[in-house]
C-alpha cells in the first residue's frame, strides 16, 4: 500500500512497414527491404520523423528487415547532425550534407562495416551492389530532408531543436566504430 512501482517501457518507434510479413513481396538486400524512395511520405521520412525519439535509445529490438533498414538510417541520420554542429548556415549545411552523402561507406561484408552482426554480407556481387546504390540513394534523401528540417529556410539559422539532438550518439556508437549484434 502506497508504494510507487517504476515500470520502464522500451518503445521503440518504427517504420510504416510493418514486421508482421508486409515486407515479404519487396526486394531485400543484405536483409534490408528495399523500399522506394517517393519523396514524401516514404522510409525516409518515417525514419526521420521517429529519429529523435529513437537516437534516445541505447538498445534497440530488430524483429525485422524494416527495423535494419530503420537502425541504418538512424545512424547516418545522427551522422549528418553531427557534421551540422560546424555549419553557421543553411549553405555550409547543403555542402557538408552532400560531401556526407556522396563520401564512401562500408557496406555489410566489409571491415569497417559499422553494424557487424545485424546485416548478413552479400551472397553475390550483384546483391552487393544493389544494397549499395539503395542506400546512396537513401543516404542522399536523408542528407536533403535533414538540410530543410535543421536549417531555417529564411534565415538560414540553424534549428535548435534539432541541433540539440547532434550531441546524442544513437545506440551509444560514433561513427566508424563498429557494432555488432
Do not use: Q
Not at 537516437?55 to 533498414?69: E, I, Q, S, T
Not at 528540417?149 to 551509444?172: H, I, L, V
Amino acid at each position: 500500500k502506497g508504494r510507487l512501482v517504476a515500470v520502464y517501457a522500451r518503445m521503440v518507434y518504427r517504420l510504416s512497414i510493418a514486421c508482421d510479413g508486409t515486407d515479404a513481396g519487396m526486394k531485400h538486400a543484405c536483409g534490408v527491404p528495399m523500399v522506394p524512395i517517393t519523396g514524401t511520405d516514404d522510409a525516409i521520412d518515417d525514419a526521420l520523423n521517429a529519429f529523435r525519439a529513437n537516437v534516445l535509445f541505447r538498445k534497440f529490438d530488430v524483429r525485422c528487415g524494416a527495423d535494419k533498414l530503420l537502425v541504418v538510417l538512424t545512424f547516418f541520420a545522427s551522422e549528418v547532425l553531427k557534421r551540422f554542429e560546424r555549419c553557421a548556415n543553411k549553405g555550409e549545411g547543403e555542402k557538408a550534407a552532400k560531401e556526407l552523402a556522396l563520401a564512401r561507406f562500408a557496406c555489410p561484408g566489409d571491415g569497417d562495416f559499422e553494424f557487424g552482426g545485424l546485416l548478413p554480407a552479400p551472397e553475390t556481387r550483384v546483391e552487393g551492389d544493389e544494397y549499395r546504390t539503395f542506400m546512396k540513394r537513401c543516404r542522399e534523401a536523408i542528407a536533403l530532408r535533414l538540410v530543410e528540417r535543421c536549417f531555417d529556410g529564411e534565415t538560414g539559422a540553424p534549428n535548435k531543436f534539432w541541433m540539440a539532438f547532434s550531441k546524442r550518439k544513437f545506440m551509444n556508437k560514433t561513427p566508424g566504430t563498429a557494432m555488432y549484434f
